[in-house]
């Protein structure tokens, strides 16, 4: 928390740079759409995969015929190398320098907050794709609204029940929260352990390390030590795979592993451990694709056509969905100028995306609940909430890693 708070600090003065006002104007014929993402640096990984989103979402809408009256979307994307500096260096460049009629969010928690406060100063709508941490939503903004099903600290309340509901010879007596140090991935964790603790599975271990981290031999060691049943990792993509790495190379496998981010980056997850590896690993997760919710099917068979793939990554569903969210908005008000009206509308209506139905309070904070995955036989599953949207009725209940690909 001292680090963000300092960090915040050495940005503010960069955030006011931007005037107020909105975006400039640019070619009648088209309508510029700006984004800064980590396509480069820790976060590169998701950064790339919502880069792909994006870019989904302008072929579609254009082949569609625009944005509005006819206008079709330039999108307009540069790299802030997971900086937080850089971020906001980037969406006053956007706003003043390559005049941006509409803003798009970046991905994490870390990078949202600074970049975030650029569009309020400019009075411009900041649909975030990938943003959850609480602290986004405690500032008072009038125009950031988060493209997900919930905050950071409700992620994982699913995953919690059920496992709280196992009956008492299969429930998990210990569990150890080894988290990044990450506005979204400490209060997933957290929000996790306040409910698993009060259902009596107790901490034998917490443990925050910071994103530079690159040997998890220690972590994963103190975790063997502990002799946690149920680990659950607050990670993102890099650090998420050197831990698991880490527990295979000592050969401790608890009976539970659960992790954030990681296993929902689809191809590159399996890639990285190997697919035998990947077996019965819980996580949350905000897109499926095999849902029939509106529009996925054309998603994902346009993502495939232009990137190929056999999987979908969960944050280019999202960066999609945030694009959607932008877009129905627009519709709606029924242009772009306005950009009050266009976070009122959203404030007061709900939107059907390819995530399914998303809604916000007056905070910009989504008002649903997340999808719990697992990998089930080299493939990512929606096992909870049971009923339409699971891809599968069954449950892997260990963690079975085969050693296969490490």
Known sequence: MRFRLLALVAVSALIGVGCGGGGGSSDKGTIKVGASLPLTGDFSEPGKAAKQGYQVWQAIVNEQGGLVDGRKVQMVIKDDASNQNTVVADYNALIS???????????????????????????????????????????????????????????????????????????????????????????????????????????????????????????????????????????????????????????????????????????????????????????????????????????VAKYKQMFGGTEVPEDAADAYATAQVMQAAVKAVGGIDDQAKLADWLRNNKVDTILGPLEWDEAGRPQGQFLVGQWQNGAPEIILPKGATATTQSIVPEWKPSGAGT
């Open 97 to 299: 320098k390559d005049k941006v009629q509409m803003l798009l969010g970046t991905f994490s928690s870390l990078l949202n907050l600074p970049a975030s406060a650029v569009a309020e100063r400019n009075r411009m709508l900041y649909v975030e794709p990938a943003g959850g941490s609480p602290e986004m939503f405690s500032r008072g903004f009038k125009y950031l609204f988060f493209a997900q099903q919930a905050t950071a600290d409700h992620q994982g309340d699913v995953f919690s029940n059920y496992v709280k509901g196992l009956p008492p010879d299969q429930r998990p007596k210990t569990a150890a929260y080894p988290t990044l140090d990450d506005p979204f991935a400490q209060p997933t964790s957290q929000g996790i352990e306040k409910i698993l603790k009060a259902a009596g599975i107790k901490t034998v271990y917490r443990k925050t390390y910071t994103i530079d981290q690159k040997n998890f031999d220690s972590i994963a060691n103190s975790v063997k030590a502990s002799g946690a049943d149920l680990v659950v990792n607050g990670a993102t993509f890099e650090d998420g795979v050197g831990f698991v790495r880490a527990l295979l190379k000592i050969g401790y496998t608890p009976k539970m592993l659960y992790q954030t981010t990681a296993p929902s980056l689809g191809d590159q997850y399996a890639k990285a451990l190997g697919k035998g590896n990947t077996e019965g690993i819980f996580y949350a997760v905000s897109h499926s694709a095999k849902a029939k919710t509106p529009g996925n099917e054309q998603f």
